[in-house]
């Protein structure tokens, strides 16, 4: 495999993992934007951009982007965080002339008034769906509890109110403020013809103007607390915590995320033998979140709501034992197994490797060979590991409860 990179006169980056032996091939616009970019009057307009690129361009109608996707037997979708929003394709390699075209057409669209209230009433509806499935709004809840006013707090899909109230005025100013080719990579990996890749997006996109946007940047203010969400429909209660944890421009992110897995994978971890494999919980984990210039470490729990305050208090008690004997080498050696063997078997699908390579880019971060990134887990010592719970201690923390019980407290 090589990897290539190239930059456009206007800014755009194209990266690529080429690999002449794979049979498929991986294609992504990469947007340096999410809902931390938005102002609480355009809440939500990232992921409404998402639903309006597909709704057709100046060249094709919304019926033709759908058509041709299939017609080169892609698979497609797109999909928007916190901190990005990225449209993807999966293709044979002989048709990777037509999807980058297609992806770069639509990365223009023509942001129709008629198609901007019809598709108002779709995400207004996805709000609602959202509400009615678990855990009914939890983890925005939590989200905005954790990071307070710091804009990582707001919604991806923002609110009834602010999508309802958005305009395509407003729509339009943040496409234009947002979607600049100096804040979008083309990622691709697989088997890749390179300079013809260089080719196909200079003459889509080398037209594409230029300018600077900036992104808040600053570390949050994290909360701590106990809120608890009454749904008397539910039939089990969730508990979610946020703890402070490193952000994506510090190293110690590894051993964060090492210590993570020994605590909350999803088999064999130190949550999985105190509540899952005991009967207690349907499901418990944890896992690390790392944002530019902040970060979270999130534990879930879902269980019966006659065990929910037990077990809020063996999961303290749990945090509490783990802070104060630390992580063993037996657990560092299982989980560091465990990582490298889902970093390599993860790399031998090209839309892994290709969103890795603009995950990477997104974050600001050199690119690293899967071998690397193996040997960077590789490399934790204990000591990495154990210094990473000491400094982002699970106890210290946020907590929300979403579920039918009402008189749920916070552990002493």
């Known amino acids: 495999m090589e990897y290539r990179q190239h930059q456009l006169d206007n800014g755009l980056e194209i990266l690529a993992e080429c690999n002449p032996q794979a049979y498929t091939s991986a294609f992504g616009f990469f947007v340096r934007t999410g809902s931390r970019d938005e102002t609480h009057d355009v809440a939500g307009v990232s992921h409404f951009l998402e639903h309006m690129v597909f709704k057709g361009t100046p060249n094709r109608t919304a019926a033709q982007v759908n058509l ?12 928007t965080s916190e901190e990005s929003t990225i449209y993807h394709a999966s293709v044979l390699p002989e048709f990777q002339t037509n999807v980058t075209e297609l992806l770069s057409d639509i990365m223009r669209p023509s942001l129709r008034v008629e198609d901007f209230e019809t598709e108002k009433q779709v995400i207004v509806e996805e709000i609602k769906m959202y509400d009615d499935q678990p855990p009914y709004g939890g983890y925005e809840r939590i989200m905005s509890e954790y990071f307070g006013d710091h804009p990582l707090g707001q919604s991806v899909l923002g609110t009834v109110d602010s999508v309802t109230a958005m305009t395509p005025e407003g729509m339009m100013k943040y496409f234009e403020q947002r979607y600049s080719p100096s804040n979008i990579c083309f990622a691709a990996a697989g088997n890749i013809d390179f300079e013809r890749l260089i080719e196909d997006l200079d003459r889509c996109c080398g ?28 039939h089990q209660q969730y508990i979610l915590q ?27 971890s130190r949550l999985y033998w105190e509540f899952l494999d005991s009967g207690l919980a349907e499901s418990a984990g944890m896992g690390a979140y790392d944002y530019q210039g902040s970060g979270a470490i999130m534990t879930y729990i879902c269980c019966a709501p006659d065990q929910a305050q037990a077990n809020l208090e063996r999961l303290t008690n749990l945090q509490r034992k783990i802070c104060e004997e630390g992580i063993s080498q037996k657990e560092l050696d299982l989980a560091k197994r465990k990582i490298a063997s889902h970093i390599v078997l993860a790399s031998e699908r090209t839309g892994s ?11 600001e971060q050199p690119f690293h060979t899967v071998a690397q990134i193996a040997e960077i887990y590789e490399s934790l010592t204990l000591d990495q590991v154990n210094e990473a719970l000491a400094n982002y201690p699970l106890d210290k923390n946020m907590t929300v409860t979403v579920g039918p019980c009402d008189n749920l407290t916070a552990v002493a």
Request: charged residues 25%.
């Open 68 to 79: 041709e996707l299939d017609e080169i037997g892609s698979s497609s979708n797109a999909r």
């Open 207 to 234: 037209h594409w103007k230029k300018f600077s946007p900036e992104r808040m940047k600053e570390k949050a203010d994290y909360k701590q607390g106990f809120v608890t969400m009454h749904k008397p429909s539910a």
């Open 242 to 268: 946020m703890a402070p944890g490193p952000s994506s421009e510090q190293q110690i992110r590894y051993a964060t995320s090492v210590m993570s897995a020994i605590i909350g994978d999803d088999g064999g």
């Open 353 to 363: 490797r290709m969103f890795f390579i603009g995950g990477q880019w997104l974050c």
